[in-house]
C-alpha cells in the first residue's frame, strides 16, 4: 500500500495508548477513577476502529460516498 504524505501524517496523529491516557482527565485525587479509566478505553478503542475502518475503505479503493457504510459496519456502540 503506497500512502500519500497527508494520509501518513493523519496515522501519526493517532495517538498510542499511552499518550491518550496522558492526555485524558483521570480526576486530580492521584487516584484513577474506575469510571473515567472504562470512558478513557472506550474512546481510544472507538477512535482505532474508526480509523481502521476509513483506512480498509480507501485500501479497498472504494467509492467515496460508500465511506459512510464501511464506516457502519462496526457499530460504535459495540465498544463498551
Known amino acids: 500500500m503506497i500512502m500519500s504524505k497527508q494520509e501518513k501524517s493523519n496515522m501519526e496523529k493517532i495517538p498510542t495508548a499511552e499518550k491518550f491516557l496522558e492526555d485524558f482527565e483521570l480526576g486530580t485525587t492521584g487516584k484513577v477513577d474506575i469510571e473515567d479509566a472504562k470512558q478513557a478505553i ?12 476509513k483506512a480498509a475503505h480507501k485500501n479497498m479503493q472504494l467509492p467515496q460516498e460508500d465511506l459512510e457504510f464501511t464506516l457502519n459496519s462496526y457499530p460504535l456502540e459495540n465498544i463498551k
Open 42 to 53: 472506550i474512546e481510544f478503542a472507538r477512535l482505532h476502529v474508526e480509523t481502521a475502518l
